[in-house]
Nanobody, 121 residues
Framework: EERLVEFGGGLVQPGGSLRLSCAVSGYTNSRFCMAWFRRAPGKEREGVAT???????SYKDFVKGRFTISVDNAENTLYLQMNSLKPEDTAMYYC???????????????WGQGTQVTVSS
């Protein structure tokens, strides 16, 4: 059974950094798309960044130049390095995955439980 578990959230001051981790277990497909999403209070869930098994990455404009998504295949872990954090980055962050490239037709079908990130002075 595939399982995703996020770690690394917390409280950070504006301008600070955090690194989120998403530990993946039970996933055997060598082809994948993995993503980070977030949901701020009172707002819809939104995508943040994606990476696939070819190493192709994409970012939403509001995090470009500040966030970096990466995957360590040996450790079965997805990361999101977040720098220059802003109060508007405050949200619950979720990782998600599917067994095809990100450009494929299917939805992400494996989700973690989320980790809270709060950016405040």
């Amino acid at each position: 059974e595939e399982r995703l578990v996020e770690f690394g959230g917390g409280l950070v001051q504006p301008g600070g950094s955090l690194r989120l981790s998403c530990a993946v277990s039970g996933y055997t497909n060598s082809r994948f798309c993995m993503a980070w999403f977030r949901r701020a209070p009172g707002k819809e869930r939104e995508g943040v960044a994606t990476v696939d098994s070819e190493g192709t990455t994409s970012y939403k404009d509001f995090v470009k130049g500040r966030f970096t998504i990466s995957v360590d295949n040996a450790e079965n872990t997805l990361y999101l390095q977040m720098n220059s954090l802003k109060p508007e980055d405050t949200a619950m962050y979720y990782c998600a995955a599917k067994g095809e490239y990100c450009s494929g037709p299917n939805r992400l079908n494996f989700w973690g439980q989320g980790t809270q990130v709060t950016v405040s002075s």
